[in-house]
């Protein structure tokens, strides 16, 4: 595998990590964690031998760190992962490491589960993954979840209130973060596809939907203007990415849309949408206004996880 075949983005986080003067070891580990082929190392030995720089050169051990995404920082070893899908290229600035994920493949092997992309949009970026988890897995969050559901509520953007309204007309619950093993599995696999640490995760959410049930359309992210935002903001900074799981396939109706892009995701069981819309700037993506669709026959399933921006503190993980 030749270095100037791969892509321009990967191309620059091998110079930068061979520049830094990262031991090839540590690179292929990353690479390799990544979902990449042991090939690849012939591309990173030849940009070690275009610098000039011995690949055995003594250096610290490079750890995932946000701040080791900016220009003058050392490159972390999980930058294939942390600041992309595995198995795809984000495009922008580092900043903006939420904004694109381009799939390299339609494969990620994430070590115990062997996932597949099946749609990718850049504007928004939206991310549909296919056999995320399997059927016993579904089956046990809903059985987990059925006698601990409650109404729904929303943040009340002006008195910081969770308010039950007709915009969201589900029951839910959630569980704190590793509450169990279970939980903890499906919570490191999110972390290893998305190359986010799990400790900015918020607790894992599980949503029922009846027939007739909706989520009206609405943004996910916080608006950092609004007076009742501040104490959800306080929790981890802005919301930046969400991925849903979907626990059942719907007879009828249940999707997710998005209206301004015409995008509509049908539920399938053991499938996942990732999409997300804010970066470490505070810069918001409105295309991202989605909403669930009211059940037409059947019953929906879904579970949530919000990522942050920074690690999530709340009483509640």
Request: contains cysteine; charged residues 20%; hydrophobic residues 35%.
């Amino acid at each position: 595998m030749e270095f100037a075949k791969l892509q321009p983005d990967l191309q620059q986080w091998i110079r930068d990590a061979v520049t830094n003067g990262q031991q090839l070891s540590v690179m292929m580990d990353a690479l390799l964690k990544a979902g990449y082929q042991p090939a690849i190392s012939q591309a990173v030995e030849q940009c070690i031998a275009d610098y000039g720089i011995s690949p055995q050169r003594p250096v610290s051990p490079l750890t995932p760190s946000s701040d080791s995404r900016t220009s003058n920082s050392r490159t972390s070893a999980s930058s294939p992962g942390e600041s992309r899908t595995s198995g795809t290229n984000p495009q922008g600035d580092a900043g903006s490491r939420f904004r694109f994920f381009n799939p390299v493949k339609n494969g990620i092997d994430l070590g115990d589960r062997q996932v597949e992309i099946l749609l990718a949009l850049k504007h928004p970026n939206v991310v549909l993954i296919g056999n995320l988890l399997s059927d016993a897995e579904c089956d046990g969050l809903i059985a987990m979840s059925r006698s601990q559901l409650t109404p729904s509520r929303v943040v009340n953007s002006e008195r910081g209130t969770y308010d039950l309204g007709q915009a969201r007309t589900s029951a839910g619950t959630y569980f704190k973060r590793a509450e169990n093993p279970l939980i903890a599995g499906i919570e490191s696999r999110i972390s290893r596809l998305l190359g986010v640490p799990e400790s900015r995760g918020e607790p894992l959410q599980i949503l029922h939907y009846q027939a007739g049930a909706e989520y009206r359309p609405h943004y996910d992210f916080f608006n950092p203007e609004r007076p009742g935002n501040k104490g959800v903001l306080s929790m981890g900074g802005q919301r930046v990415g969400t991925l849903i799981m979907y626990l059942n396939s719907v007879e009828a109706g249940g999707s997710t849309v998005f209206p301004r892009v015409g995008l509509d995701v049908l539920p399938k069981k053991g499938c996942g949408l990732f999409f997300s819309y804010a970066n470490e700037q505070g810069d918001l993506d409105h295309q991202t206004l989605h909403g669930g669709s009211p059940v037409i026959s059947g019953e929906k399933w879904i579970a949530t996880k919000w990522l942050r921006v920074h690690d999530y503190v709340s009483s509640s993980t």
